[in-house]
């Protein structure tokens, strides 16, 4: 009567055992598929493609502005020169910092 008590008790172990390996792997979007349901998009997931293609369109919209403007080209390529170093300064002011601090011995980890 003892063996087989032990025996329940060792196959209830193993069981729970698989059991718990089996659940580890599972998500929620598995236990919603057992059931015929799916999770619902974020506003976040729809939102930040939109607000991509919008930058772009602005982008492109400014870019061909620029080449449609009356001026003539040596003072368009001349302007956009400038603005390009400009950005380029502005990029490199905010980087470099960022970047020597990261180059730097003392905040290494070992």
């Known amino acids: ?10 196959d209830s172990v193993i069981g729970v055992g698989d059991l718990l390996k089996a659940v580890e792997g ?9 059931i015929g349901l799916e999770r619902k998009p974020g506003s976040l997931a729809r939102l930040l493609p939109a607000a991509g293609l919008i930058a772009f369109s602005a982008a492109v919209g400014a870019g061909v502005a620029l080449l449609l403007a009356p001026s003539s ?14 950005a380029k300064h502005r990029v490199e002011e905010r980087v470099s910092p960022t970047y020597l601090a990261t180059k730097d011995p003392r905040h290494t980890v070992s």
Do not use: H, P, Q, Y
Request: proline share 0%; glycine share 6%; net charge negative.
């Open 1 to 10: 009567m003892n063996f087989s008590k032990a025996a329940l008790a060792v």
């Open 73 to 86: 080209g040596t003072k368009l390529r001349a302007r956009l020169s400038d603005e390009l170093d400009e």
């Open 26 to 34: 599972l998500g929620l979007s598995d236990i919603l598929n057992v």
